[in-house]
């Protein structure tokens, strides 16, 4: 059963969402990531297979298919 760990809710819908992950103080986008992702606020939630996977494409088992360069501020 879903379960949204940010706000509880239980209402989820399947979608392919785009996430920003810091790996070793760098920024990595991976697109097309299979979410399960809350009806009420948002966020997605990923499944463990899932998860583990992009963890083994962002440590080196995959190659990037392209690389952008990205603006980044600070909330000070």
């Known amino acids: ?3 949204c760990y940010v706000c509880g809710k239980t209402e989820g819908h399947e979608e392919l969402v785009h996430e920003v992950f810091d790996i070793e ?9 299979p979410a399960m992702v809350c009806s009420h606020c948002g966020e997605p939630v ?13 440590h080196g088992e995959a190659t990037p ?8 501020f600070a909330f000070t």
Not at 26 to 31: G, H, L, N, P, T
Not at 65 to 72: A, G, I, N, R, S
């Open 1 to 3: 059963m879903f379960r």
């Open 25 to 33: 103080g760098r920024s990595v986008r991976v697109e097309n990531v």
């Open 46 to 58: 990923f499944s463990r297979d899932t998860t583990e996977k992009v963890r083994r494409m962002v």
């Open 65 to 72: 298919m392209k690389t952008v360069q990205m603006d980044v």
